[in-house]
């Protein structure tokens, strides 16, 4: 079954991790997927895998590369669905954080993320169906030692998550965050990098550092977690707004 037929869906951060295994997943949903991110080489060469998608290049800390991204993607219709999912992380001592790496990564995990939805939400307001998907962490739930910055900023996700449910509740717009543990993808091999760098580990000792608090022991795949976006874009998904929903192995 196509569920999302005729749609239109915007997924930030769409040519690697995550943000690709939802692409992939809502255009076999039946959606026209339009991928966004800095890197458009890498965009295009993931677009062109997936039928019907397009890339657009977009720095979600620009204001006029988020309006010219956003202009050309409503270019022959609106814009249904909202992925926000372009994100970065880091990890250091918070007595050793820099008020400048504190900006860069609220810049664009909860800056950023405003922009995209501000770019979208007047259409959505007054639509028939919306949907914005905000992938939040594990950390917009709990505190993490080492990662203040992106913890804060991941709390902020899930804050505004709820926030706007409630603002949009008399409309057909649903806003949810999936809130995944560590995943595998680029931004948990960093971290394994990092973690052996810091502490001269091994790189099994260092995922095993990473796994340590998901119950099943292992990393989360990124289609793991695009299956649960996939599902908040469905049409009948249509009362469940304003939810953060852990996608963790079983971690609670
Ligand atoms: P990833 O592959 O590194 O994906 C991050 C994406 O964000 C990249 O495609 C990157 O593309 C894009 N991006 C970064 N800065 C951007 C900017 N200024 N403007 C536009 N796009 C930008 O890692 P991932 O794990 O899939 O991460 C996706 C999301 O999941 C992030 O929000 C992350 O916080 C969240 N998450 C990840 C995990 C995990 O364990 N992996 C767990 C929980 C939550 P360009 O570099 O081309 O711009």
Redesign the pocket.
């Known amino acids: 079954m196509t569920t999302l037929q005729g749609r239109r869906a915007v997924i930030?951060?769409?040519?690697?991790?995550?943000?690709l295994a939802c692409a992939r997943d809502i255009a076999a949903q039946g959606a026209e997927v339009i991928l966004?991110?800095?890197?458009l080489e890498?965009?295009q060469q993931a677009a062109s895998e997936i039928s019907g998608a397009r890339a657009v290049q977009?720095?979600?800390?620009e204001d006029a590369s988020v309006e010219a991204a956003f202009t050309e993607a409503r270019e022959g219709g609106t814009i249904d669905i909202l992925i926000n999912?372009?994100?970065?992380?880091a990890a250091s001592a918070f007595h050793k954080t820099t008020i400048e790496e504190w900006r860069r990564i609220q810049a664009?995990?909860v800056e950023?993320l405003v922009r995209c939805s501000l770019a979208v939400v007047d259409d959505m307001r007054k639509a028939d169906y919306a949907r914005i998907v905000n992938?939040?962490?594990?950390?917009g739930l709990r505190g993490g030692a080492y990662i203040s910055p992106y913890v804060a900023s991941?709390h902020a996700v899930v804050g505004l998550t709820k926030s706007l449910s409630l603002e949009y509740a008399h409309t057909q717009l649903t806003v949810n965050a999936i809130c995944?543990?560590?995943?595998d993808?680029?931004?948990?091999d960093n971290s394994i990098a990092n973690i052996m760098a810091k502490t001269g580990r091994s790189r099994e000792e260092a995922l095993a550092e990473l796994t340590k608090n998901n119950p099943q022991g292992r990393l989360i795949t990124?289609e793991e977690v695009a299956e649960a976006v996939t599902w908040l874009c469905s049409p009948l998904s249509a009362s469940v707004s304003g939810q953060a929903i852990m996608v963790s192995g079983g971690a609670i």
């Open positions: 930030t951060g769409g040519g690697t991790g995550i943000g966004m991110a800095r890197n890498r965009l977009l720095d979600v800390t999912n372009a994100g970065i992380a664009v995990n950023g992938i939040a962490s594990i950390a991941k995944p543990g560590y995943v993808t680029a931004i948990v990124p």
